[in-house]
């Protein structure tokens, strides 16, 4: 396989008028293209962090970030998902999945053709022209994953993305998830506190602890897909990460 980002001795401190807060010290992460990598920690670990500075909405401190061997840049090709849906209200689901198209000029009749292409891979083309306050929780987030993949990121970061999902939403969005990255072979990197979901979807789950946030341990996760969240080597597996997180 080949490497798509490596993260080498990554430091993030951040000073605030109260305290100085040390949020990553010593991370390193090598990342292979087509991966689905989940990031799992106690609240403060500095997974959001990460994430954040991947998307380039938080600068390094100390260490690298490359990708394809190259130096992150902040306009780099990446689709962001967050748990909160972040629609335009003005813009049907399709317009909203059009948008990052728009932005880079593609003509009016390839952002239709590639937009309905999406939905469809979301299950929602039946509800191209509705709005979003005409959509479901569950809906709304779906369209939120068809704008972040439209315009054909290399990566894709996804932040609690289900997290405010009813429990069967959640599941089938899961679903759904995995289903789309098979198909599509993004690298996806994925912020959860839900231990079930990152051994459920994840090739490997990186595992972090506090004070500062750094890596404890990564794990590998060799279930078959569809993985059966009952089956004893998938809970054997949810405990660990549990153990991993608690146990420190």
């Known amino acids: 396989m080949v490497t798509k980002i490596s993260i080498q001795n990554l430091r993030k401190i951040y000073d605030t008028p109260e305290r100085r807060v040390h949020a990553l010290e010593g991370v390193n ?8 990598i989940c990031l799992v920690g106690l609240s403060g670990c500095g997974k959001t962090t990460l994430l954040n500075m991947l998307a380039g909405f938080v600068e390094i401190t100390a260490g690298t970030i490359t990708m394809d061997g190259k130096p992150l840049t902040q306009d780099y090709d990446k689709g962001v998902v967050f748990q909160e849906y972040a629609l335009f209200p003005w813009r049907t689901a399709r317009q909203n999945v059009e948008y990052g198209l728009e932005i880079r000029n593609v003509p009016e009749e390839e952002r239709n053709r590639i937009a309905l292409e999406y939905l469809r891979l979301v299950r929602l083309e039946d509800f191209a022209d509705f709005f979003p306050h005409n959509l479901s929780g569950g809906m709304r987030q779906r369209v939120a994953v068809a704008r972040a993949m439209a315009f054909d990121p290399q990566i894709l970061l996804m932040d609690e993305p289900f997290g405010a999902l009813d ?10 998830t995995v289903d789309v990255w098979q198909k599509t072979k993004k690298t996806i990197l994925y912020v959860t506190h839900n231990l079930s979901e990152a051994v459920y979807l994840g090739n490997r789950i990186v595992v972090f602890v506090p004070n500062p946030g750094r890596i404890r341990e990564i794990v590998k996760v060799d279930l078959p897909r569809p993985r059966d969240d009952l089956a004893p080597e998938f809970i054997r597996l949810q405990r660990h990460v549990n153990d991993l997180i608690r146990d420190f």
């Open 29 to 36: 992460l090598n990342i292979e293209d087509g991966e689905f």
């Open 167 to 176: 429990a069967q939403t959640r599941e089938e969005l899961q679903a759904l």
